[in-house]
């Protein structure tokens, strides 16, 4: 299990984009995406209980996704990740306006 959580915690972070992305063995792991892995393995287990639920129900409705749905969620990420910090900023504030209902 806790393999698993690094692992995911790997994909979230390093996965290649689109179709790439998959769960592979640990020795196919580079030495910086094992230690990669292994950071975000502690600062996961240095998380409050309830936030580690959180992430967990968030993974599991993931994975029960079909395909096409995951793979929109995951072209959105990367389309996030490109975003330049001031772009993100104002993304992250338009989101809040729109979640306050603030539009």
Known sequence: MRLVIAMMLLMATAAPSGAQRFVRDWNQLSPEEQQRAWDNYRRYQQ???????TIENRFQRFQSMPPQEQQRLRQNYDMYRN?????????????RRWRSGRH
Request: zero cysteines.
């Open 47 to 53: 998380m409050p209980q309830q936030r580690r639920d």
């Open 83 to 95: 975003q330049n910090p001031a772009q993100r900023q104002q993304f992250n504030e338009q989101y």
